[in-house]
């Protein structure tokens, strides 16, 4: 057993809270998107709250965590989908949200503490005509290290691919689990021992990242009477060179209408929707194509009257995650899926699922690039039922070519692509001996003898006794 009493007091000289309620609020993410995990997490809750102001006080609670034996699980905002930041065995919840500080932006690179919200980092980088390449739908209020070390990609990826293509984060700091906890510069392909780690061998202090030319980007809905002439025109205008968009998601009917209460007013129900984001320059032309397709114009930001503007959110907030929040807002009982649509045959795969599943798993794609080439994801809403009807429309995507990133688990490999990160859990070796970061998230530290492709739901041995 761990002696929290004994940590509290050698904690002393820090901002710590250990008020039961607060302490379970902020031991949360948004697990509940799904209703496996929902189940499975809704008690979790760590014994501690600490909240470092500077990089060098993560490294004296680490040590003083070492030395108690106390589990640490970093968080930023808490606005994850699976369970990444949520403690499983007890111990510290690390909050990193007071380390935001914008330390410089200069031409093409900006350098933040992992605390800084993503939109408070545009705010300054903007000053200078610049913005950071991509971000999630939960721009408002994801903190930058939570969404390196969570977070795959989002809106921007349609030109810049994913967190994890190299390029896309230039330098981390992060601070190690150990009697004496060492601060390492990582820059170039070290960047993967951490990145998508769920903090799990490491914890980012500091971050730099790259930045692009800022736009006021346009947003635009565009309606469709068929799901799939709405994906056909998607995957178009996305393999158009001349044009600059930074979001590209065709959404089936009826989800737009029935889940995008603000901008009903705007659409019919039985309409498929695509959301673009795009460049002010690339309207007029992009406007073009829209006229030779079977899609309508349903609302643009730049000619959109004041009066009817007010109270809507941004486009990036009708997309990505937000898809399925603003869902869950008019119906509790969905949750959603997770796909990568293999290229060059993508839209064939999106078909055949959409013939197979129909309204029980309406379409939502997110174009991107992956590998060099255009292709989609998808994250389809789930008319949810039972726990095995979705583990058969798991089965049936993956039967069909279509890999599945399942937001229903909560470790790295289950919710990835069912296999051990070896360059991760060797860094986690040396990085974290104890195995005190973020417990119960990695299985090859866990249980290395654990069969990845057996389907069988991996429960950390915490949850088990909790159960």
Known sequence: MTDIAALKADLAAFKVEDNPAIVKQKS??????????????????????????????????????????????????????????????????LSLADMNVVKSVERGRVTVEAGAVLAQIDRETRKTGQELRMHPSTYATATIGGFIAGGSGGVGSINWGGLRD??????????????????????GADLLKVMHAYGTNG????????????????????????????????NDIANRDGLLFKEIAPIAAPVPYDYFLRHQKFLRREQSVLCVMAAPHSVEPF???????????????????????????????????????????????????????????????????VKLLGDEVPAHLEFIRFDGNVCCTGLPIVRYTTDERLDEIVRLHE?????????????????????????????????????????????AWDNPDFDLKSNKLYLFPGLQAAE
């Open 399 to 443: 039967d069909n070519g279509c890999f599945i990133f399942n937001p229903h688990r909560y470790t790295l490999e289950e919710g990835g692509m069912k296999q051990t990160d070896a360059v991760q859990l060797a860094f986690k070796r040396e990085a974290d001996p104890k195995g005190l970061l973020n417990p119960g998230k990695m299985i």
């Open 203 to 234: 914890i980012i202090t500091e971050l730099e990242l790259p930045l692009d030319a800022s736009y006021d980007w346009v947003d635009m809905l565009i309606g469709f009477d068929a799901f799939m002439d709405a994906a056909t025109f998607a």
């Open 166 to 187: 190299i390029g896309n984060v230039l330098k981390l700091r992060v601070v190690t689990m150990e009697e004496m906890p060492r601060v390492l510069e990582m820059a």
């Open 28 to 93: 949360r993410d948004f697990f509940w998107y799904s209703p496996v995990l929902k189940r499975q997490l809704d008690h979790v809750t760590g014994d501690l709250v600490v909240s470092p102001r500077n990089e060098a006080e993560v490294v004296e609670i680490l040590k003083a965590c070492f030395r108690h034996g106390v589990p640490v699980t970093p968080r930023g905002t808490g606005t994850g989908n699976y369970g990444q930041a949520m403690p499983l065995s007890r111990g510290v919840v």
């Open 287 to 353: 406007l073009a194509l829209v006229a030779r397709s079977k899609g309508e114009v349903a609302y643009r930001s730049d000619t959109t009257s004041e009066a009817d503007r007010k109270g809507l959110p941004p486009v990036y907030e009708l997309t990505w995650n937000h898809t399925t929040l603003r869902g869950l807002r008019v119906d509790p009982t969905i949750t959603y899926l997770q796909v990568l649509y293999p290229f060059p045959g993508h839209l064939k795969h999106v078909e055949r699922m």
